[in-house]
């Protein structure tokens, strides 16, 4: 399970502890280190076709998500009022994710607000950064997921 181990002035997540392990400031684990999603997927393979279910805790950040659908569109690959948090999570590290989240962003085209008040994201915001990696590390297939239960 994820949970916080430092809080800046402003209340923003410094970094985050995995297991005992510290994620790196640049929100990239050590090579060694699993994603924050392991142990929460499985997925079987028949054919060139794979199907995925997820637990508990990660269906929380996929429902938190619906949050984020609505102008980053529905598998979060972006849409005409969004940018695609896919490729966005490839480009920016765990402390850049929780800044824009809790402080909301103001871009070129538009503004995304922040977040730090909603409960339905701030309750989650562990479990929504684990299942947007997993969908930018292709672990995870866009639509809608199954769970399953330990």
Same mark, same amino acid.
């Given at each position: !399970?994820?949970?916080?181990? *430092? ?13 005992? @392990? ?26 060139? *076709?794979?199907?995925? +279910? ?12 619906? +949050? ?7 598998? $979060? ?20 994710? !929780?800044?824009?989240? @809790?402080?909301?962003?103001?871009? +070129?085209?538009?503004? !995304?607000?922040?977040? $730090?008040?909603?409960?339905?994201? !701030? ?14 590390? $292709?672990?995870?297939?866009? $639509?809608?997921?199954? *769970?399953?239960?330990?």
């Amino acid at each position: !399970m994820l949970q916080y181990f *430092r809080v800046n002035v402003v209340g923003l997540v410094a970094g985050i502890v995995i297991g005992g @392990v510290t994620l790196t400031s640049t929100g990239a684990a050590a090579a060694e280190d699993p994603p924050p999603y392991e142990g929460h997927i499985q997925c079987e393979t028949e054919g060139d *076709r794979s199907t995925c +279910q997820i637990d508990l805790w990660l269906t929380r950040g996929y429902r938190a998500f619906s +949050q984020c659908q609505v102008c980053h569109g529905l598998t $979060g690959d972006g849409s005409t009022i969004g940018p695609s948090l896919v490729r966005k999570l490839r480009e920016i590290d765990l402390d850049r994710f !929780m800044e824009v989240v @809790v402080n909301g962003y103001e871009g +070129q085209i538009g503004v !995304m607000p922040g977040w $730090g008040t909603n409960p339905n994201v !701030m309750n989650y915001i562990d479990q929504l950064y684990a299942y947007l990696l997993a969908r930018a590390d $292709g672990v995870l297939p866009p $639509g809608r997921l199954k *769970r399953y239960d330990r």
